[in-house]
Each structure stands twice: as structure tokens, then as C-alpha cells.
């Protein structure tokens, strides 16, 4: 894997291996800037390419005195501005490799949004047409990104959940025929790619395997795959899985939220609940004050998610204590709610 980094950024043999960068970056040292490491970055020929390999940012100064140190994954900084071109890429190459997908056809999907970004901005550079059913509350930049990428978006009333976008999704596969349901809530290729690569990047930026994550689902995958490494890779380490409050992961009734990408209506195939430690509920107004603090105090702009995710990685690090280290995911960027009450309330000083 080190080999294959240092050939893929043609980094120079005398700067030493990954875990030596690791352990010579201590606490409040000054570190050299990439480009002036030497660092070249090649040229790419499509943004697919540039899908993962997202920057691993230092976010400890948010955790009290006498905690874990906190580490956040920037999956805003994805092409397609989201954690969820991960995703959407493995599902069609995984189709395309076993003959589900195939020229001509349509990729029909229910989604919050930020996977049918991914798989609009990915399917249609390789030639397929998109159509999408989303819940009628989710963000105006969300759809209107999706349609600029040349998908069709048939908007559900909210009221119905996300299982009746699965419905209708399937149903509109069934009568238009030629069509490829990726499935995100239960396609083993999303929790797989979050295994195989998002998790292997957090251990090759860290130079070591963290002690703890705190990560929430929406169909699950990114929870699943990271929690499955990290309980190989560490069987001591805490898993939490973080939802808004109103989900019903914990089993209690679905009640409105206005977090948009985690929490559910239903219990996807793909999150492995016996993989959380604890499930945490986040407030949605705490998880829109973290952002609003982060976007002050760190320059990081997230979205309801990345709020969540951060305020229970905080409870997280004050558990552990010093000496430990966490992991997070900051899923979007804050300016894909930028039309949203709460973020206007966030600008006005509200919450």
C-alpha cells in the first residue's frame, strides 16, 4: 500500500514511509506543506478518478482538555461534493463488472440526494441515464444538482419515508424495463468499498488504527464497512453509530428530523447494528450548533451530518481520554443547505 502511494504521487523514496511521517508529526509541530515535500499530482483524465483519498484533518482543538485526540475525514472535498460518490462508483462498477449494468441502460435509485448526485455525476460520464426518487424535504440544492448532472428527479411526499421512494423506484424499474436499481440500503458494495478503501485511508493518513469512531448511518454502508476494520483491526476499540433524534435505530418510533443523509425510517440490510457500542442521538439543533462552531473555530463548513457526527465524536473523546484517538466523517459540505431555515437561523444567531 506504501509502494503503491508513493508511486501513484511520485513522492520520493528519501521521504521516509508513511508511519515515519506519522510519528515525526507531533502535536503543534510545524509540518512542511505537501508541495513542498515535493509532492506532483498527475493528471486525471475524469473526475471518477478523483473520487477517495479525501484529507484526514486534526479537529482536536474542539474536544475539552483531558480527551482523546479527534480526526475527521473532509468527504465533502469528494468531486461530486459528498461522501456518497464512494458509494454510488463501486455499486455501478460492480454492476458493470457482473453484466447488471450494461450500455443503454437506466440507473433508477431512491435517495436523500447525495447519492444520486454520485451516481448522476458518475453515470453519466459513462453514458447512463438516471432516474431518482426523493423524499420531498430534502435540500433544493441537493435536487437541483442532480438535475444538472441529467437526472430525472421524481420527488415523493415526505410524509411516505424513504421506503415509498424504494417502492416507487422499483415499480418505475418493473415498467420501463432496462433498468439498474443500485439499492443502496442493502447492495454489498457500499459497506465494501467503505472496508476496503475509506478505512484503509484513515489507517494509512493516521499510521496507526484509531481507538475509537463515532460515525452515523443512513443506508448504513460507510458505518458498516469502517466499524467491520475497525473491530478487526482493533477489537478494542468504540463504535458508535450516531443518528438524529427521531430514527429509529434503537428501535423507538420514527418522529420528523430535520438532519438530512443520516437516520432512517427503517433499518437498511446494510447497517449491522451488532457493530455499535452504543447508538448516540444527536439533537438536530446540537448537531446545527457544531457546525456553526466548527465553521468558526476550524474554517469547516458541514453539513446536519458532520454536525452529528462531531458532537458525538466529542462525547466519544471525553469517554476514552487522553492518549486515545478518534475517527469521524464529514459526509457534505454546509452550502448544500444553504436555502434551509436552519442554516438561516445559524447566520441570524438562532438555533
Known sequence: MVDQAHTLLNVPRDLGSIDTIANDSQVGACRPRQQDQGVTMKVTTSLTELIGNTPLLDISSIVPAGGAKLFAKLEYLNPGGSIKDRPALAMIEAAERDGRLQPGMTIVEPTAGNTGIGLALAGNLKGYRTVFFVPDRMSHEKIVLMQLYG?????????????????????????????????????????????????????????????????????????????????????????????????????????????????????????????????????????????????????????????????????????????????????????????????????????
Open 151 to 351: 437526472a430525472e428527479v421524481i420527488l415523493v411526499d415526505k410524509s411516505c419515508g424513504m421506503t415509498e421512494c424504494i417502492e416507487r423506484a422499483h415499480a418505475y424499474a418493473a415498467t420501463h424495463g432496462n433498468c439498474f436499481v443500485p439499492l443502496q440500503f442493502e447492495n454489498p458494495a457500499n459497506p465494501e468499498q467503505a472496508e476496503t478503501r475509506l478505512a484503509r485511508e484513515i489507517e494509512q493518513q493516521l499510521g496507526y488504527v484509531p481507538d475509537g469512531m463515532a460515525i452515523g448511518a443512513g443506508t448504513g454502508g460507510t458505518f458498516t464497512g469502517i466499524a467491520r476494520w475497525l473491530h478487526q483491526r482493533n477489537p478494542n476499540a468504540r463504535c458508535w453509530l450516531v443518528q438524529p433524534v427521531g430514527s429509529v435505530f434503537r428501535g423507538d418510533e420514527k418522529r420528523p428530523y430535520l438532519v438530512e443523509g443520516i437516520g432512517n425510517s427503517f433499518v437498511p440490510k446494510n447497517l449491522e447494528l451488532e457493530l455499535a457500542h452504543r447508538i448516540v442521538d444527536i439533537p438536530c439543533e446540537r448537531a446545527f450548533a457544531r457546525c456553526r462552531d466548527m465553521a468558526r473555530r476550524l474554517g469547516v463548513l458541514t453539513g446536519g451530518s458532520g454536525g452529528a457526527n462531531a458532537e458525538a465524536a466529542v462525547r466519544l473523546c471525553t469517554e476514552l481520554g487522553e492518549g486515545k484517538s478518534v475517527v469521524t466523517v464529514f459526509p457534505d459540505n454546509l452550502e448544500r443547505y444553504a436555502s434551509k431555515q436552519w442554516v438561516r437561523n445559524l447566520v441570524e444567531g438562532e438555533e
